[in-house]
């Protein structure tokens, strides 16, 4: 069971929109801890997609974005691409569990 | 450019410990924190805890507590977990990933560069 809930599959089809969620808690994203994501491709490292809730790192297209409010956040795909085919994390800090990092289940993106 | 290189994979029996490296490479190790994360199969991301390398300092998830030891060896830019008492639920593909903040104050919990991964199976 992780800290951080994400919906565990989401699809699309080319060229739409899709928005994927991340509830957590008040000892996390409610307690104005940043929320990062990050996007995995098979058998690959996790790559940085979002950090501090809504910059890309460079290199990063800007069909992605992020969002957060209340004990919530949100990363947006917008003009899907059958690249974008991926599984995809959120991350935050707790304060309740002597401070640690905590990720998401993830979410399956399937680009129809 | 920046690059962390892991040690090749592994197999354990139960019980026994296993000690995965993480050398960097493209910057100054001293100046980042380190983070360890696992990935069981099939299974998603699961923070372990992390090393300064700068002061040797380490935080540990407290799922790990006792079984988990983070340390490095600034000679060589290289940062190391080791995790004991190995059950067949510790197998999965381990991670370093650098902490985007600096040594010199406190770790931003999210990682810019990733190692490859390791993979460390545990079978009887």
């Known amino acids: 069971q992780s800290v951080l809930t994400q919906p565990p599959s989401v699809s699309g089809a080319p060229g739409q929109r899709v928005t994927l969620s991340c509830t957590g808690s008040s000892s996390n994203i409610g307690a104005r801890y940043d929320i990062h994501w990050y996007q995995q491709l098979p058998g690959t490292a996790p790559k940085l997609l979002i950090y501090?809730?809504?910059n890309r790192p460079s290199g990063v297209p800007d069909r992605f974005s992020g969002s957060k409010s209340g004990t919530s956040a949100s990363l947006a795909i917008t003009g899907l691409q059958a690249e974008d085919e991926a599984d995809y994390y959120c991350q935050s800090y707790d304060s309740s569990l002597s401070g640690s990092g905590v990720f998401g289940g993830g979410t399956k993106l399937t680009v129809l | 450019q920046v690059q962390l290189v892991q040690s090749g994979a592994e197999v354990k029996k139960p019980g026994a410990s296993v000690k995965v490296s993480c050398k960097a490479s493209?910057?100054?190790?001293?100046?980042?924190?380190m983070h360890w994360v696992r990935q069981a199969p099939g299974q998603g991301l699961e923070w372990m805890g992390w090393?300064?390398?700068?002061?040797?300092?380490?935080n540990y998830a407290q799922k790990f507590q006792g079984r988990v030891t983070m340390t490095r060896d600034t000679s060589i830019s290289a940062a190391y977990m080791e995790l004991s008492r190995l059950r067949s639920d510790d197998t999965a593909v381990y991670y370093c990933a650098r902490d985007t903040g600096s040594s010199s104050g406190a770790p931003l919990y999210y990682f810019d560069y990733w190692g490859q991964g390791t993979l460390v199976t545990v079978s009887s």
């Open positions: 090393i300064n390398p700068y002061s040797a300092g380490t």
């Open positions: 501090g809730n809504i």
């Open positions: 493209g910057y100054t190790f001293t100046d980042y924190y």
